[in-house]
Structures are given as structure tokens and as C-alpha cells.
């Protein structure tokens, strides 16, 4: 680390200093390839400026907010000073509507909470396999999100967590996810279709709710509830098909779809 220390050099055996040196340290930064590697430690290219905070474990870090980073296309690591980068703080990059890519780092756990909620520039999303859960309204109000990739890891995705992304047309809800929280994908009017791996076991209160140009919905063989209007407003559905294992439909839960017979 950077700062001046005094170098002794002993006698192994009678421990009397043989010389004695001062000496200052300096930090380098980085400074990357054409390889997007330093030249110096060697580590991946990331995103400079970001503030990151240790855990209180000691033991990993998190992303805590955009700190002076002007970058567009932002860069995750997947380690930083040595300990694993593991969580997106809450709101850390929230209404930073510049951002128009992010790369996030395979040691990433957890998003959390609004952390890119209402960034309007971002256009796609990988979430790696890492990851297990993703917070309330994580990528809130993206209204130029068009493409979104979610890793097999993930298993829950929280409230509002997709929710008013009006030009996402599609997404694959990989088998690992067992709960889609309420809100989850409510006013996405650019989804069309949308299948529910039998993983899951529950939908919440208005998930697909106001998705106006979603025809037809594959529930999967794992649903056993459907909660309050869950569906409602999806005026373009023509077809669905519930399965025989599904106990409980809360009510409204497919109110004003119109070209449901």
C-alpha cells in the first residue's frame, strides 16, 4: 500500500540490525492493453471510479453507487482488491439514464433494490449465472430495455422488477426461478409472449398485469397460485392454457382481457 516504511535487515542469530533503509511506496493505476488487461496486475478491464464498499464481513465487495464513473457502457469486476465484487448496493445506479450497457462481473450474487431502476438509455441486460436473486424495481422504468438475458442461477425476481419496460418484447424466465414478485412485469406493452417454467410456483399480485400486446401466456405445471389481477389489462390475450395443478386463482385475475372466451 502506499505510504513509507523503514526496511531492517537482522542477523538471524544474535537479531542485531545489519542495515536499515527507508523507503516510499506509490500507487500505479492501471493502465490496459489493447487486450482490455493492465499491464501492470494483469486484472480485466472495469469500470473506474465506481464506488465500492467492504461488506462487514471483510471478506467481499459491493457496489454502492456510481461514484464518479462517467463511463456509458459500464464494466462490473468480479474482483476488486483482491476479494470477490458480490452485490449491487440499492440504487447505485438509479436514474443514471446515460448508461446505455452493463457488464456485471460472474461474482455478482445479488441485485439490489432500484439499483438501474429508471435508467432510460439502457438497451440490453446480461444477469450471469451468479446471480440468485434480483431486487424490487431493479430495472425499473428501462424504457429503451429491449433485450434482457437472465442466468440460470437466479430464483426469485422481485417486485417491479422489470416493470414499465415498454420495449421489452420478449424474455426467458430460465428454470431456476420458483417466484415472480407483484408488479414483476406489469406495463412491459411491448411483451407477446411469455412461458412460465414449471419452477415456479407462484405469480403475484399484477405480475403481467397491463401488458397490452401479450397473446399467449404457457403457464407452467409447478404454478400453484395466481394472484389479484395478475393479468388484468392484457386486452391483445387469446389464449391460455391453466394447469390442473393450479389451487387458487385470486380474483381479477384476468379482468378487462377482452379476447379471453
Not at 92 to 107: E, P, Q, R, V, W
Not at 148 to 172: D, E, P, Q, W, Y
Request: proline share 3%; glycine share 10%.
Amino acid at each position: 500500500e502506499k505510504g513509507s516504511y523503514d526496511v531492517v535487515i537482522r542477523c538471524t542469530e544474535c537479531n542485531v540490525i545489519l542495515s536499515s533503509t527507508h523507503v516510499k511506496t506509490e500507487m500505479i493505476a492501471h493502465e490496459w492493453n489493447k487486450t482490455k488487461h493492465c499491464k501492470y496486475c494483469n486484472c480485466d478491464y472495469f469500470s473506474q471510479d465506481l464506488q465500492f464498499t467492504l461488506s462487514p464481513s471483510g471478506t467481499s465487495y459491493i457496489i454502492s453507487e456510481i461514484g464518479s464513473c462517467v463511463d456509458s457502457d459500464i464494466v462490473i469486476p468480479a474482483n476488486y482488491k483482491g476479494n470477490p465484487v458480490t452485490s449491487i448496493n440499492y440504487n447505485a445506479f438509479y436514474n443514471c439514464s446515460g448508461l446505455t450497457s452493463i457488464k456485471i462481473g460472474n461474482n455478482v450474487t445479488s441485485i439490489g433494490s432500484s439499483a438501474f431502476s429508471g435508467c432510460s438509455g439502457l438497451t440490453s441486460i446480461t444477469i450471469p449465472d451468479s446471480v440468485n436473486s434480483i431486487g424490487d424495481y431493479a430495472f425499473g422504468y428501462c424504457s429503451g430495455l429491449t433485450n434482457v438475458t437472465i442466468g440460470n442461477g437466479v430464483t426469485s425476481i422481485g417486485n417491479g422488477a422489470f416493470r414499465g419496460c415498454i420495449k421489452l418484447t420478449s424474455i426467458t424466465i430460465p428454470d431456476s426461478v420458483t417466484s415472480i414478485g407483484d408488479y414483476a412485469f406489469s406495463y412491459c406493452s411491448g411483451l407477446t409472449s411469455i412461458t412460465i417454467p414449471d419452477s415456479v410456483t407462484s405469480i403475484g399480485n399484477s405480475a403481467f398485469s397491463d401488458c397490452s400486446e401479450l397473446t399467449s401466456i404457457t403457464i407452467g405445471r409447478g404454478v400453484t397460485s395466481i394472484g389479484k389481477w395478475a393479468f388484468c389489462g392484457c386486452s391483445s390475450l387469446r389464449s391460455i392454457i391453466i394447469p390442473n395443478n393450479i389451487t387458487s386463482i385470486s380474483y381479477c385475475a384476468f379482468l378487462n382481457c377482452s379476447w379471453l372466451t
